[in-house]
């Protein structure tokens, strides 16, 4: 008998082989069960609660992914593709990662019956190429001749990515107001922040609005503050990043005075170089000045006297999203202030929304902005909303630069599903028998928006067969009325953008799960492993 040499450290968890191929791909199924149900308009929504306590209630396949806490590996990559679908188009997370362990799902038969992972691959990529180039040609070039026409198709759009989502019953309110929230950002590059999101409890979420300029929440104010005009017409703004109140002496700082006198001198310095300040900004004619740093109650009072109104403490995003709408500059001095260094809006007002006040900035002419107030219930509530409105301002940002749209409800999927099963039948060899099995995968989305509607999935994906097998196209899943119809005539359309990359995502996830036969697992060494050298008392452990 040999010695055995051992390479790795003692304590390395080393799996490897087929066992560890299926066990990946079971780790990955359990993912995809967690966010199964939350697919489509009868989409159920998931309760997270993290380590601190904080309830999450989200429909939204991403951030149920990021805020579940995936140890496992190979299931992390399920984790990225649904964050990598949602940086790149927004919406269609949870198709991606249902996609992926569908396809997990019915190659593993073969997996287990020892057909090479390498051949597996090689069938996923062929399929993967032929079901992008597949939704390419079928894909609708919406040739929008006017405003109104890309108006409505931009609403089409956004209301189909509203309608899984927790806000679908006010998704007409809200595709208007998305719609013209983007159709308002500088083309071509659709700045998405210079979107502001502000949610403020209480009120019904129709109370929701666009504000087509800057709005943030009044900020932390003194005594003087009443009395400061709170609207101007073709206002100057002054953006500011100094502290207007008279600043405390640094810790341990000493100033030798002899006599009252020198005192004196001392404290009216300090007066004189905030009174300086002060005049500086009235004598530029600023009507409005905002600040990141506090403004005290001596500025306010100021400011006020000489028709002023003036904002401390202001968040940092709303001094840039302000400084980028209206212009100017973010001064850390008042000293040579000159005209070109304020901003300009057409209108500024402060007003009350619910229990806040709010700063509104409208007419901003350097560069085009808006901000959403969202209104409704619970903090919970509101957050899922903002979620929804994010996906839906996404897609369409990406509708607009894509123009081209497919059906959704699960017709692009049948249709895909029809196209690979052809294909199949046409080769020879073990690749047919996988293409075959990756066709059915396809077929996984229609099926779960049956399921998770309560209609029955066989019956429907029966029907839904014929259709497609008799050319037409873009039959899926009607949900209202538990029925098939043609999903592009019920304007049920996403951009072909999403599809493409749900397909890519999903199956580059699938092909390097499969291709992963060894995982060692390096384990920190516990206290009662033997270290290296012995250890003195009280001396650290090293390592």
């Known amino acids: 008998m040999q010695p055995q040499i051992l390479v790795l450290k003692e304590g390395t968890d080393q799996s490897q082989g087929k066992p560890q191929l299926v066990s ?26 993290d380590h601190g306590g904080k309830a999450v209630i989200s429909n939204d396949g991403a951030t149920i992914m990021k805020l579940l806490d995936i140890i496992h590996p190979a299931a992390k990559t ?7 679908q949602d940086a790149e188009v927004g919406d269609g997370t949870t198709s991606v990662v249902i996609l992926a362990g569908e396809l997990l799902k019915r190659l593993k038969p073969f997996v287990e019956e020892g057909v090479h992972p390498r051949i597996i691959v090689r069938a996923v990529r062929t399929a993967s190429k032929l079901a992008v180039d597949k939704v390419k040609e079928l894909a609708v070039r919406v040739e929008s001749k006017s405003a109104e026409e890309q108006r409505d ?59 087509a300029g800057v709005a943030f929440k009044k900020a932390f104010s003194y ?45 009216d310095a300090e007066w004189q170089i905030l009174y300086e300040k002060l005049a500086a900004l009235h004598a530029s004619g600023a009507n409005v000045v905002l600040s ?31 400084q980028r709408a209206c212009g100017g500059a973010v001064l850390s001095s008042t000293r040579d202030l000159k005209p070109d260094a304020l901003g300009h809006c057409a209108h500024f007002t ?6 806040e006040r709010y700063n509104l900035f409208t007419g901003c002419p350097a560069a085009k902005t808006c901000t959403l107030i969202l209104r409704g219930g619970a903090e919970q509530f509101l957050e899922e909303t903002e979620r929804s409105l994010h996906d839906a301002i996404m897609i369409v940002r990406r509708t607009i630069k894509n123009d081209a749209v497919v059906a959704g409800g699960g017709a692009i999927d049948m249709e895909l599903s029809k196209h690979l099963r052809d294909y199949s039948k046409n ?16 077929e996984a989305i229609p099926r779960q928006l049956c399921d998770n509607a309560g209609f029955d999935a066989t019956n ?48 580059e996830a699938a092909a390097q799960i499969l291709s992963i036969d060894e995982t060692i697992k390096n384990v920190k060494s516990s206290g009662d492993m033997p270290t290296a050298g012995a250890r003195g008392m009280g001396r650290p452990r090293m390592g």
């Open 427 to 442: 080769i020879a060899g073990k690749e047919q028998l996988l293409i075959g099995a990756i066709a059915r995968a396809f």
């Open 153 to 211: 198709l931009l609403q089409k759009c956004a209301v189909t990515a509203m309608s899984s989502k927790l806000i679908n019953q006010q998704k007409d309110h809200f595709s208007k107001m998305v719609v013209d929230a983007v159709l308002s950002l500088d083309a071509p590059l659709l700045p998405l922040d210079m979107i502001g999101i502000k949610k403020i409890a209480g009120g019904a979420l129709e109370d929701s609005f666009l504000v």
């Open 460 to 507: 429907l994906l029966n029907k839904l067969r014929q259709k497609h097998h008799q050319g037409e196209v873009w039959y899926g899943v009607d949900i209202q009325k538990e029925d098939i119809a043609d999903n592009f005539l019920s304007c049920v359309w996403e951009p072909a953008i999403i599809k493409i990359n749900a397909i890519t995502a999903a199956f």
């Open 223 to 267: 005594a003087g503050f009443e009395m400061q005009p709170k609207s101007y017409e073709s206002c100057k703004i002054a953006l500011l990043n100094i502290e207007l109140e008279l600043k405390a002496e640094r810790d341990n700082a000493e100033v030798r005075v002899n006599n009252v006198k020198e005192y004196q001198k001392v404290v």
């Open 350 to 355: 402060e007003k009350q929304i619910g229990g």
């Open 78 to 84: 399920l984790v990225d593709i649904a964050k990598s």
């Open 24 to 49: 990946n791909i079971n780790a990955c199924q359990l993912v995809v069960d967690a966010v199964r149900t939350t697919l489509g308009p009868r989409g159920m929504d998931k309760l997270i609660v």
């Open 292 to 322: 990141k740093l506090p403004i005290g109650d001596v500025a306010t009072q100021y400011f006020a006297d000489r028709d002023m109104f003036c904002a401390g403490r202001v968040p940092d995003e709303d001094i840039k999203r302000t």
